[in-house]
């Protein structure tokens, strides 16, 4: 039977006295530490300060080094009308 094991959340949340994450705007990832033989995915999610607001992960991606686990890649993107002021991130994994 399959593991299914979630990481995080991991945070994050606009500097104070900088700019909230707006529309089309992009954060790259790289988080590791995790075991060799899973199926990942990530996932985030927008505290709800706006009407409407919508994350989207892009690019996952995998990297392998010669020994430990692999190093995960990706991109979130503001895809929504809307600035987000703090979002959680997960990482899903399955183990066979």
Not at 29 to 43: C, E, I, K, N, P
Not at 66 to 85: E, I, K, W, Y
Request: aromatic residues 12%; proline residues 7%; charged residues 15%.
């Amino acid at each position: 039977m399959a593991i299914l094991r979630v990481h995080g959340p991991f945070t994050w949340t606009r500097p104070i006295g900088e700019n909230a994450f707006e529309p089309g705007e992009e954060h790259a990832w790289f988080v590791r530490g995790f075991t060799l033989s899973m199926v990942y995915q990530a996932s985030a999610h927008p505290r709800q300060d706006q009407t409407v607001q919508q994350l989207a992960v892009l690019s996952l991606s995998t990297t392998y080094e010669h020994t430990g686990g692999p190093l995960l890649n990706f991109v979130v993107r503001n895809v929504g009308p809307s600035a987000v002021f703090s979002y959680r991130l997960f990482v899903t994994g399955v183990e066979p």
